[in-house]
């Protein structure tokens, strides 16, 4: 027979597995037809951060520089990102969001709100509050 610990990581592996497949299958339907969801995921990164390097993306994202500049290179071409030339040291291009990209990602960022609002809609804000507080400290470990 398993110890009380076993099960209790065992179930927590079961549940964030299928949260994860739950989250990543509606957050897929949101951004469906607009960006893929990698794409989103840079829109939020430069908007929530400023303007960026690819390099300050990647690492941020933890990503390759050469999977970011592809993923900004669509979205350069789809007219949600523009790139521009440092002034001072033209080796350092920086990614700004467009106008277009910035309401795309506020929009997008806005339905995966409504998606963990769902998600978390049976909890009362005390609960909330203490699920967050055990992520974070989750995430800090």
Do not use: C
């Not at 549940?15 to 893929?36: F, H, M, P, Y």
């Not at 910035?102 to 929009?107: D, I, V």
């Not at 409504?114 to 804000?125: F, P, S, T």
Request: hydrophobic share 45%.
């Amino acid at each position: 027979m398993p110890e009380p610990e076993g099960d209790l990581i065992a179930d927590l592996d079961r549940l964030l597995n299928e949260l994860i497949q739950r989250v990543t299958r509606d957050v897929l339907s949101v951004v469906k037809g607009k960006v893929t969801p990698s794409q989103f995921t840079v829109l939020r990164f430069i908007r929530l951060a400023g303007r960026s390097t690819v390099t300050a993306v990647a690492g941020g994202l933890q990503m390759t520089l050469s999977g970011v500049t592809a993923l900004t290179d669509r979205l350069v071409e789809a007219g949600l990102v523009e790139r521009t030339r440092d002034e001072e040291d033209r080796r350092i291009v920086w990614l700004d969001l467009t106008d277009k990209g910035w309401e795309l990602s506020l929009e997008l960022d806005g339905l995966k709100r409504g998606l963990i609002k769902q998600y978390v809609g049976g909890l009362q804000d005390s609960e909330i509050t203490a699920l967050n507080a055990i992520l974070a400290k989750i995430l800090r470990s």
